[in-house]
Nanobody, 125 residues
Framework: QVQLVESGGGSVQSGGSLRLSCAASPYTVSNSCMGWFRQAPGKEREGVATAARDGRTSYQDSVKGRFTISRDNAQNTLYLQMNSLKPEDTAIYYC???????????????????WGQGTQVTVSS
């Protein structure tokens, strides 16, 4: 049973920073696509950032230049560094992993098989 456990959420003021972590077991974070998604109240879950097996990354347009996704293969952990946070970034953030390899990682939540329980990020103005 694959487990993804997120941590690092919290409350910050606009312009602040947070770093989310996702510890995976027994899944190997370098195995396939992994991503961060978020869901705000009353909205659909949306892709934020993905990291491919070859190191390529992709981002939703609204977070480009502010968020950075990375992996620590030795720690088997996925990260999301979030800078210059805005109130519209407020949401529950989820870590996700794909079971099978894809050449290009999708920002669509339907492409992912495993999900964490989520961590709340709240940005106040």
């Amino acid at each position: 049973q694959v487990q993804l456990v997120e941590s690092g959420g919290g409350s910050v003021q606009s312009g602040g920073s947070l770093r989310l972590s996702c510890a995976a077991s027994p899944y190997t974070v370098s195995n396939s696509c992994m991503g961060w998604f978020r869901q705000a109240p009353g909205k659909e879950r949306e892709g934020v950032a993905t990291a491919a097996r070859d190191g390529r990354t992709s981002y939703q347009d609204s977070v480009k230049g502010r968020f950075t996704i990375s992996r620590d293969n030795a720690q088997n952990t996925l990260y999301l560094q979030m800078n210059s946070l805005k109130p519209e970034d407020t949401a529950i953030y989820y870590c996700a992993a794909r079971k099978l390899w894809l050449p290009v990682c999708s920002l669509s939540h339907g492409a992912y098989n495993y999900w964490g329980q989520g961590t709340q990020v709240t940005v106040s103005s």
